[in-house]
């Protein structure tokens, strides 16, 4: 077996890391929700979906062991990878020096949840990650609504939670209009929990968001307004659309449901995207 670096040495005699078929093998940490991906195969599956060119910037977080890393960076890409793990550090800056001593591979040791302030992402960026389920709405809600916006966000989630954001139901809810108001999401292929390690207790989805913009909002008073309305829309499930939405319109709800083209017993889960839209330009001139 090949001679592992000190570093690993050490780590290995304090049982941080494991050694199998020759392989190093680094403990996922529970408390910060790590599930290391092993398929090569659903792998190259996220870079296809990021239709990668050679002039692109990724941004990845939680690059992890950097197994998601070596597929982005064959395709020719820039990466700039943050990860919060100071043990996967020294790992990513020994399996990656060459990248990093050509400017191909940027490793940052941040928390991405205290801010991406500092980044060097260039004019325009992707963002691709394998997040811990409990960062799922935070990196959601940060990128969408973020000014610089990435093109394109290609991400390993939940598959209750992809189902969810691509409405495969019928039934939109907040989390998949928040998620379409900005782009287009769609689920690429599920990944069974046998493709990490360790295998979590359910089945995960790779989902890609393209085209993401502000087409649908002027300016960020009209982005308030629109999650305003959405948001009193949902406020009580069993109630219909115009029973919630009479908190915001008062006497005028029916009327305003009607100019949008909405039925006056629809419920929030039933109606589209375009819909809501509607709601928001002939809500324009309220206060």
């Not at 959601?140 to 209750?160: A, D, I, N």
């Not at 949902?234 to 709800?253: D, M, V």
């Amino acid at each position: 077996m090949e001679v592992a670096p000190p570093y690993i040495r050490d780590w290995r005699e304090k049982g941080i890391m494991g050694v199998s078929n020759n392989y190093i093998i680094m403990r996922a940490k529970k408390s910060l929700g790590q599930n290391f991906l092993n398929s090569k195969t659903v792998a190259r599956d996220i870079v296809r979906a990021s239709e990668i060119l050679p002039a692109d910037t990724i941004l990845e977080i939680g690059p992890g062991k950097g197994f998601l890393s070596e597929e982005i960076l064959k395709a020719g890409a820039k990466v700039v990878a943050v990860e919060k793990d100071d043990r996967m550090i020294p790992l990513l800056s020994e399996k990656f020096s060459d990248e990093i001593a050509r400017g191909q591979f940027t490793l940052v040791h941040e928390d991405i949840t205290e801010g991406t302030q500092g980044l060097s992402l260039g004019s325009s960026y992707k963002l691709i990650a394998n997040i811990p389920y409990y960062l799922t709405g935070y990196i959601l809600r940060t990128f969408l609504e973020m000014q610089k916006k990435p093109e394109r966000m290609v991400l390993m989630l939940q598959k209750e939670v992809a189902d969810r954001i691509v409405a495969r139901d019928g039934k939109e809810s907040i989390l998949s209009l928040a998620v379409k108001a900005y782009g287009a999401p769609r689920i690429v292929k599920k990944v069974p929990a046998r493709y990490f390690t360790p295998a979590p207790k359910v089945d995960s989805a790779v989902v890609s968001i393209e085209n993401i913009s502000d087409k649908h909002f002027k300016n960020d008073a009209e982005e308030q307004r629109f999650f305003e309305i959405v948001k009193t829309g949902f406020a009580h499930k069993r109630k219909q659309l115009a029973g919630n939405l009479k908190e915001l319109f008062g006497k005028e709800t029916l009327a305003i449901l009607s100019q949008a083209g909405i039925a006056p017993n629809a419920r929030a889960e039933d109606i589209t995207l375009a819909d809501w839209l509607a709601l928001l330009e002939f809500t324009k001139a309220r206060p």
